[in-house]
């Protein structure tokens, strides 16, 4: 069955992660699992995955401007949102552990209205309502949203670290731990959200 996946894309230096909507054929043959624990400024677990509009969980790797990323997707209610969680590793070299190292100052994020890039942080994490693009989405990350990135670098400063994941691809490439505390990518001072536990692709496919 033919469903539209976001996708987490690195694009070269680029400032930014680009989300894209493209489409995923379904081929699994085990059903995705999680066992994820959120807290913090939203609370809940990721337990139930579910397909939620044209969003539906599973992983897979592909090749961009040459470069090999891994690529994983989750839905979940959590709280009273339906929510998807995207993790995106760029360049990926196999199974593994992954890190993004904590932003203390989140100021370092931002040069002039625009956002800096990260230089050592090969994991991207996007939790946000579905669709995660609405104007209204509530939306984490480990990084800042671009689009919001005038309004947010205004209340940019010291602050708990925040922006930091720690992720082990185990060997089977489809499933793996992840810790992370993200930020609130549309309002850089406001409260994080911490997340932490296991994830199962059910399988992987290559693209």
């Avoid at 942080?121 to 104007?135: D, F, K, M, Q, Y």
Wanted: with cysteine.
């Amino acid at each position: 069955m033919l469903r539209r996946f976001w996708l987490i894309v690195g694009v070269g230096l680029a400032v930014a992660t680009i989300l894209l909507v493209g489409p995923f054929l379904s081929q699994l043959t085990h059903h995705p699992s999680a066992g994820l624990t959120v807290s913090g400024a939203l609370s809940g677990k990721m337990t139930q995955l579910l397909n939620y509009r044209d969003f539906n969980s599973g992983c897979f790797t592909s090749r961009v401007q040459g470069t090999q990323q891994w690529n994983g997707g989750f839905v979940s209610v959590v709280g009273r949102d339906h929510m998807v969680l995207l993790i995106s590793v760029s360049p990926y070299t196999g199974p593994g552990k992954y890190a993004d190292p904590a932003v203390i100052d989140t100021r370092t994020l931002y040069q002039g209205t625009g956002i800096r890039p990260r230089v050592g942080a090969p994991v991207h994490v996007v939790l946000g309502t579905i669709p995660p693009n609405a104007p209204t989405a509530t939306e984490y990350g480990s990084n800042p949203n671009p689009a919001f990135a005038r309004t947010s670098q205004v209340n940019a400063g010291h602050q708990p670290p925040v922006g930091q994941v720690s992720l082990t691809l185990n060997a089977d490439q489809k499933s793996g731990q992840i810790t992370a505390v993200l930020m609130n990518a549309r309002a850089i001072a406001a409260a994080p959200v911490t997340m932490s536990g296991s994830f199962d692709c059910g399988t992987i496919t290559s693209r």
